[in-house]
């Protein structure tokens, strides 16, 4: 009998392009797939795949949730948070151990540099933490920490929720546009990646090379944030450039604190954390992995961007 690949969440963004790629590469019929939402999935589940109801913020749904599965890609909880998010993570583990899972793949991110273990990014905390709790079970289950790069798509994130469709001038974060920068990665790219590894595992799980181990999949080239907003204002007819502000600037700005904010909590001030990463370095690690996984040239930062907002 053939594994059953199990993804969860499977209806968010990186979560939808993995099941994708999925089903190119084992049948329908060989996942398993667990959403909030699980409606979101009646194309795939016509398609052979069967489908299950569970949501990290209803820990109850999490006991059984992964019943069957023997190999789980587990996508981390959407937000800034950290023990919030540490805390679903750990109830996740635990629910794939007493189910019977062999092996968990995990998304964590392109923070914290080659693969290290310290970062002064608020929003790595939860996948650090995450990271050595998946360690420490390392008797019950193995797993893979896939460190998904920064993704292009996620760019108005690091420009003071820039937007293409009204666009300003002046970009204000308090960073001032110079290196080190960001070695930028399409999502689907990462999903089509992440898909793959999960599929050499699941044919050859005593040759996989990142058993137990983390892998970091990042975009071919390190951009800086000046020119990344270059980029982004050839692409949409209009000359635009950073201004550093203070992190107390950045915080009082109108467009912010709705973005940062996680059950009721303004996390904007620790989102700034990010800035002092990049500047810090911990995002520009080239990491050869995701051309070797693709087997071609992951899209550049400036051809996805293009067909974003190009049309806009």
Not at 43 to 55: H, P
Request: overall charge negative; aromatic content about 8%.
């Amino acid at each position: 009998m053939s594994p059953i690949i199990g993804v969860f969440p499977a209806s968010g963004g990186l979560g939808s392009s993995v099941v994708n790629h999925l089903k190119t590469l084992v049948p329908a019929s060989q996942l398993l797939l667990i959403a909030r939402h699980p409606e979101k999935l009646a194309t795939v589940s016509r398609e052979g795949a069967s489908v299950r109801q569970a949501d990290y913020d209803i820990p109850s749904s999490l006991t059984s949730a992964f019943d069957g599965v023997d190999v789980l890609m587990l996508i981390s909880y959407a937000s800034f948070e950290v023990q919030h998010r540490v805390d679903v993570h750990k109830l996740a583990v635990d629910a794939a151990i007493k189910s019977g899972v062999k092996h968990v793949f995990y998304s964590s991110l392109g923070f914290a540099g080659n693969l290290g273990d310290k970062s002064v990014a608020h929003v790595m905390g939860a996948h650090l933490l995450t990271e050595q709790y998946l360690a420490d079970q390392r008797d019950k289950i193995s797993y893979t920490s896939i460190r998904e790069g920064i993704y292009s798509e996620s760019f108005p994130i690091y420009t003071a929720w820039f937007d293409p469709k009204s666009p300003v001038g002046e970009i204000t974060i308090p960073h001032s546009g110079d290196g080190p920068g960001v070695s930028w990665v399409k999502q689907d790219d990462l999903g089509e990646a992440t898909a793959k590894l999960v599929v050499a595992y699941v044919k050859t799980p005593t040759e996989f090379r990142y058993i137990n181990e983390k892998v970091l999949l990042s975009g071919q080239r390190e951009i800086s944030l000046a020119e990344t907003v270059e980029i982004i204002g050839r692409t949409i007819g209009k000359e635009l450039h950073i201004k550093e502000i203070s992190v107390d600037q950045y915080v009082s700005l109108p467009q912010i604190g709705d973005k940062h904010t996680y059950h009721g909590i303004d996390l904007s001030r620790e989102w700034s954390t990010a800035w002092q990463a990049i500047r810090n370095g911990e995002t520009a690690a080239v990491s050869p992995a995701l051309k070797e996984i693709l087997g071609r040239e992951p899209e550049d930062y400036e051809t996805t961007i293009r067909n974003l907002i190009g049309n806009i």
